[in-house]
């Protein structure tokens, strides 16, 4: 069964760049034909679904972010990223990896609080 | 642009039966837009219940359901059990270019 964990910093100052990195165990981050999301819920709010990455390296973002967002692939530390540049308060949240396509398949996340 | 609906609350008696819905502001959902619900409960990581419309996810109960019910995607849980009461999402792909759209959300009470 495979499984997802993301890891980064807690805690990011405002105007600096977020970065996650959710690490694939259980199986091989280039089997299959997967792609592999980042989704956000801050508190008090629904989920939002950041982007994605295929291990070919092809990527689709939300355009609400405006060009802030970046997600790559490293298959040879099966893992995948996430940055999030020039954040403000607003981009407090759980952020969480999945896998997709059919039911997403999720990590259990990770607090990331934007303060100074 | 468009928004993805749903109720924002809603309230079961236990045994009870509900369904809750996915909507568009502007259109209607179908298949091709390939619903997906998701549960959840506080301090949890979601987990999908349902995707592409009417799949169970493995381990999911059957009375938990999925379907078109006119033009929007309908999430029916029968016989509503008290850990039932959670937050409900569904997501829509939107197409190239805006891919994965969640809904706001919809928080059932189960009493």
């Known amino acids: 069964q495979v499984q997802l964990q993301e890891s980064g910093p807690g805690l990011v100052k405002p105007s600096q760049t977020l970065s996650l990195t959710c690490t694939v165990s259980?199986?091989?981050?280039?089997?299959?034909?997967?792609?592999w999301s980042w989704i956000r819920r801050p508190a008090g709010k629904g989920l939002e679904w950041l982007g994605r990455?295929?291990?070919?390296?092809?990527?689709n973002y939300n355009p609400s972010l405006n060009s802030r967002v970046t997600i790559s692939v490293d298959t040879s530390k099966n893992q995948f990223s996430l940055k999030l540049s020039s954040v403000t308060a607003a981009d407090t949240a759980v952020y969480y990896c999945?896998?997709?396509?059919?039911?997403?398949?999720w990590g259990q996340g990770t607090l990331v609080t934007v303060s100074s | 642009q468009t928004v993805v609906t749903q109720e924002p609350s809603f309230s079961v008696s236990p045994g009870g039966t509900v369904t809750l819905t996915c909507g568009l502001s502007?259109?209607?959902?179908?298949?091709?837009?390939?619903p997906s619900w998701y549960q959840q409960t506080p301090g949890q990581a979601p987990r999908t219940l349902i995707y592409?419309?009417?799949t169970r996810s493995s381990g999911v109960p059957d009375r938990f359901s999925g379907s078109i019910l006119g033009n929007k995607a309908a999430l029916t849980i029968t016989g509503a059990q008290a850990d039932d009461e959670s937050d409900y999402y569904c997501?829509?792909?939107?197409?190239?270019?805006?891919?994965?759209?969640f809904g706001g959300g919809t928080k059932l009470t189960v009493l």
């Open positions: 999945a896998r997709g396509p059919g039911g997403w398949h």
């Open positions: 259980g199986g091989s981050i280039s089997s299959g034909t997967y792609y």
């Open positions: 990455v295929y291990t070919s390296g092809d990527t």
């Open positions: 502007s259109g209607s959902v179908s298949t091709g837009h390939y």
């Open positions: 592409y419309t009417d």
């Open positions: 997501v829509l792909y939107m197409g190239s270019g805006i891919d994965w759209v």
